[in-house]
């Protein structure tokens, strides 16, 4: 199964900005929706922003205006780009491609630790 490679956190004060990236392993990466999703310890891991194959973007109303993904096809690479950010988006993110009925297209990431506090 295709595998990912988180990477990008750090500890950043509020009001700063990170740039988050997921290498994707495997040849149908650019047919794939693929989504940030975000968890903190003892919830479940919710969905952040989601980018279609054809580009279409859409973001959970807590980081709408703050967030944005992309993706390069050819670097088999989607990013996220977290700007004004607040102690509340402190999470391991992770990314992913869904493919319905609970089931994903890789074999979930490490994840990348993102940290908000002065």
């Known amino acids: 199964q295709a595998q990912l490679v988180e990477s990008g956190g750090g500890l950043v004060q509020p009001g700063g900005s990170l740039r988050l990236s997921c290498a994707a392993s495997g040849s149908r990466f650019s047919l794939y929706a693929m989504g940030w999703y975000r968890q903190t310890p003892g919830k479940q891991r919710d969905l952040v922003a989601l980018i279609t194959s054809g580009g279409s973007t859409n973001y959970a109303d807590s980081v709408r205006g703050r967030f944005t993904i992309s993706r390069d096809n050819a670097k088999n690479t989607v990013y996220l780009q977290m700007n004004s950010l607040k102690p509340e988006d402190t999470a391991v993110y992770y990314c992913?491609?869904?493919?319905?009925?609970?089931?994903?297209?890789?074999?979930w990431g490490q994840g990348t630790q993102v940290t908000v506090s002065s």
């Open positions: 992913n491609a869904n493919a319905g009925a609970g089931r994903f297209f890789f074999v």
